[in-house]
T-cell receptor
Framework: NAGVTQTPKFQVLKTGQSMTLQCAQD?????MYWYRQDPGMGLRLIYY???????DKGEVPNGYNVSRLNKREFSLRLESAAPSQTSVYFC??????????????FGPGTRLLVL | SQQGEEDPQALSIQEGENATMNCSYK?????LQWYRQNSGRGLVHLIL?????REKHSGRLRVTLDTSKKSSSLLITASRAADTASYFC??????????FGAGTTVTVRA
């Protein structure tokens, strides 16, 4: 049981390059999330998928796209990377219970540097 | 914008002392959760308290929730060096996502 896995762990991009961050979970969770974490800012939600087949914008969606490929996988794409997207990216998954979101399980993160 | 705000931003204590941090939020919530993040790692869930609960315990952790004041506190008793980490509160405001605060950085000195 691997939990939430993310690839790659580290990436360096040049401005304008594109890349896809991959995330997979093996806990059969319905909901998946992408966050970015910048120093002193806590986590900010980029996109989320409440269930397979749906995606919604979070707090900071500009410059990103997502795909909920199936129940297990949720990818984040940067079409044209900018230095402002230098950050640590976390994927998470959870169940949505009858009284709100349950525990979120986080991946180890992807450290992205855009030059 | 972030729903929760932790206070203080940073806390330094001696091993064996208690650590208390607070979280304030703005709108009504379904539940409030606390997470820990060790340096360079992902977040780990510590405890979830629902809006109809006032206090919850888990090992050396004690969480309180005051919905009238829109605030929560996390108490870590008898702290250890391994408790050195950043702690985040996260609120579920019935919109299918969590909102995280900026965190409290706790340093436990040996």
């Amino acid at each position: 049981n691997a939990g939430v896995t993310q690839t790659p762990k580290f990436q360096v991009l040049k401005t304008g390059q594109s890349m896809t961050l991959q995330c997979a979970q093996d806990m059969n969770h319905n909901s998946m999330y992408w966050y970015r974490q910048d120093p002193g800012m806590g986590l900010r939600l980029i996109y989320y998928s409440a269930s397979e087949g749906t995606t919604d914008k979070g707090e900071v969606p500009n410059g990103y796209n997502v795909s909920r490929l199936n129940k297990r996988e949720f990818s984040l794409r940067l079409e044209s990377a900018a230095p402002s997207q230098t950050s640590v990216y976390f994927c998470a998954s959870s169940e949505a219970g009858t009284s709100g979101i349950e525990t979120q399980y986080f991946g180890p993160g992807t450290r992205l540097l855009v030059l | 914008s972030q729903q929760g705000e932790e206070d203080p931003q940073a806390l330094s204590i001696q091993e064996g002392e208690n650590a208390t941090m607070n979280c304030s939020y703005k709108t009504s919530i379904n539940n409030l959760q606390w997470y820990r993040q060790n340096s360079g790692r992902g977040l780990v869930h510590l405890i979830l308290i629902r809006s109809n609960e006032r206090e919850k315990h888990s090992g050396r952790l004690r969480v309180t929730l005051d919905t009238s004041k829109k605030s929560s506190s996390l108490l870590i008793t008898a702290s250890r060096a391994a408790d050195t980490a950043s702690y985040f509160c996260a609120t579920d405001a019935n919109d299918y996502k969590l909102s995280f605060g900026a965190g409290t950085t706790v340093t436990v000195r040996a």
